[in-house]
């Protein structure tokens, strides 16, 4: 089992000097208070060790205390505890020429997010990310790309030598124009779309088939990926001469408006509420929470499967949904083998873990 065991946080956002213990015993962790107490805050911190941004995708001066924007002393300590290991994480906030940066340890060694994640993954659900399931094509893309990320670090170098190509084949249509470079990025961006087409749709496979079998008295739904240009995507070969003419073509227009216009978001995803025969976007705002759930935990049974590590937290994951699909959630959530932090504005929303769990009342 994975478990956070203590919390040391100095100066980051309503945060200024605080110490958490937490009692091993405990795999539930629910942290509760009123509005505007450092609930979230608390979690967005833990979430640093897994994203650049955190969970409410904050900038680095936004994470300094507003009272203490001058004086740069930032830090935020987590000690964790897998079953052979024992993690002293930190990161900090310093100011390198003038620039705020972050920096992540493992003991005293400065470590990069990606190698943590070899080891733990953070996973979240916050209220910023209710609009996913109602919010048009992007948001949903960029979320399940994220979580293909988490699973797949291939899948995470291809979508950044895609970014790169892409970049390199505009500043080739702005200045030299160069045919033969453009044919041989063209070809090598044209294989980044399949490969990341092709990985996209295997995850959301992966994903529905353990939506089926591992998930089965949670929120049925199911995700698909369409793509209008190409409905057919079998043959490789084809694919790819399809996908170069597509950027040969709009090469003029690429050039004029800066901008890659065939690209790896030509592909569409949906989400359907599989129940109701529904898409998500239509659903009741307790369905839609309740989706979004069951994506995050099938993506945690996928880790689990895997034998990836990771620790949860669900931020006010209680709002929007009703006290039988709160307690399904609980009985899922309780099958994984690993740390779950809960937040809430009362206690009694959580009757259910009862004595469970270990309570903390931020004040
Ligand atoms: N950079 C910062 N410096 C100081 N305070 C900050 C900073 N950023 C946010 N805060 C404050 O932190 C407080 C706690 O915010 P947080 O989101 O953690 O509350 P919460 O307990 O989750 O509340 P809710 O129940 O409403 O979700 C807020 O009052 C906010 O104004
Ligand atoms: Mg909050």
Known sequence: MLSIEKVNIKN????????????KNFKHIVVYGNNGVGKTNLLDGISYFSNRKGLRGSNLDEVLPNDRLNEVDTHFKIKI?????????????????NKLKKRIFLDDKKISLSTIKNYINIIWLSPYMDKIMYEGQTLKRNFVDKMITQNDSYFNKILLNFKKNIAERLNILKNSKDEKWLNLIEKKIANNIFEIFHIRRNYAKNLNVII????????????????????????????????????????????ITKRTNFSISSDEIY?????????????????????????ILANCWKLKNENKKFI????????????????????????????????????????????????????
């Open 12 to 23: 980051f956002k309503s945060y200024k000097n605080y110490t958490l213990s937490l009692d």
């Open 81 to 97: 505890k897998s079953l052979d290991n024992i993690f002293n994480l930190t990161f900090k906030i310093i100011n390198e020429d």
């Open 212 to 255: 089926n079998k591992q998930l089965n008295k949670f929120k049925k739904i199911r995700i698909d990926y369409k793509n209008k240009l190409f409905p057919n995507l079998e043959n490789k070969d084809d694919l790819i001469n399809l996908f170069l003419n597509e950027l040969k073509n709009k090469r003029e227009l690429d050039e």
């Open 271 to 295: 989400i359907t509420d599989t129940e109701n025969n529904i898409s998500t976007d239509a659903c009741s705002t307790g369905e839609q929470k309740s989706s979004l759930l069951t994506i």
């Open 312 to 363: 949860l937290l669900l931020d006010e994951a209680t709002s929007h949904i009703d006290r039988v699909n709160f307690k399904k959630l609980f009985n899922e959530v309780d099958k994984f083998d690993t740390q779950i932090w809960y937040t809430g504005t009362d206690k009694n929303l959580f009757q259910v873990i009862e004595n469970k769990g270990f309570f903390i009342h931020l004040q």
